[in-house]
């Protein structure tokens, strides 16, 4: 499974860029604003830190202006991903970037068949948000089960990005469905790494190694 993480924060992609594991980045509008920056000059700034796809989501409701912006955003650099909301306009513009061979992430997935529409329209990518599911009471996790099962059914070659990751065992159930991909927050990055026996293990192997004579 790939890891990407999901932030638009300078300071936390290189943080954890130096670590090797990280795959990709995500970013979504709510992500930008918190930065208070310029859209494109952030984008282009990650795209200098990782090397990997860049997902970067466009604000029109409709179709033109979708693909407008994402003219645009493309020009950015090559590793520029065009992330896209999961309505009738954004479908369209998903099949005329498809056919151009611009990548897509087609975002804001809350059922299987939305995921069906998003394969369909030959989307490089889909995410859908399990924490968000959890957050009203539904099975995050069961949705990506259900979409990878489609997706192999049918041979469709669009990732699934588990997004809306919230703790360590979303990353366990993205990872048990056969995720492509998980997009995660710093925070539970760095949870991952955690385990108290590791730290007492550690403890006690430097405690030993310094009563050798
Ligand atoms: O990038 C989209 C997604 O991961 C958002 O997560 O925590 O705002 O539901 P969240």
């Known amino acids: 499974m790939k890891l990407f993480i999901d932030t638009a924060n300078i300071d936390e992609i290189k943080?954890?860029?130096?670590?090797?594991?990280?795959?990709?980045?995500?970013?979504?509008?709510?992500?930008?604003?918190?930065?208070?920056?310029?859209?494109?000059?952030?984008?282009?700034?990650?795209?200098?830190?990782?090397?990997g796809p860049i997902s970067a989501e466009v604000i029109s409701t409709d179709a033109e202006g979708m693909l407008k912006e994402a003219e645009d955003l493309v020009q950015i650099h090559p590793n520029i991903v065009i992330k896209l909301p999961l309505i009738e306009q954004g479908i369209k513009a998903t099949s005329i970037l498809s056919k151009k061979g611009i990548k897509t992430n087609v975002t804001l997935c809350f059922s299987p068949m939305q995921a069906l529409l998003a394969a369909k329209a030959g989307a490089t990518y889909v995410s859908p948000f399990i924490g968000r599911?959890?957050?009203?009471?539904?099975?995050?996790?069961?949705?990506?089960?259900?979409?990878?099962?489609?997706?192999?059914?049918?041979?469709?070659?669009?990732?699934?990005?588990?997004?809306?990751?919230?703790?360590?065992?979303?990353?366990?159930?993205a990872a048990?469905?056969?995720?492509?991909?998980?997009?995660?927050?710093?925070?539970?990055?760095?949870?991952?790494f955690n385990h108290p026996l590791t730290d007492i293990g550690l403890e006690k192997f430097l405690k030993d190694w310094k009563t050798m004579k």
């Open 15 to 51: 943080e954890i860029s130096d670590l090797g594991i990280i795959d990709g980045v995500t970013t979504n509008p709510s992500l930008i604003a918190k930065e208070g920056r310029d859209f494109k000059s952030v984008v282009q700034e990650i795209t200098s830190i990782i090397d």
């Open 133 to 173: 599911l959890d957050d009203i009471s539904h099975d995050g996790p069961q949705l990506i089960r259900d979409i990878i099962e489609i997706y192999e059914n049918f041979d469709y070659p669009t990732e699934v990005i588990a997004a809306s990751i919230r703790h360590p065992i979303h990353v366990l159930e």
């Open 176 to 192: 048990k469905a056969r995720s492509h991909i998980a997009t995660i927050p710093l925070k539970v990055i760095k949870q991952l």
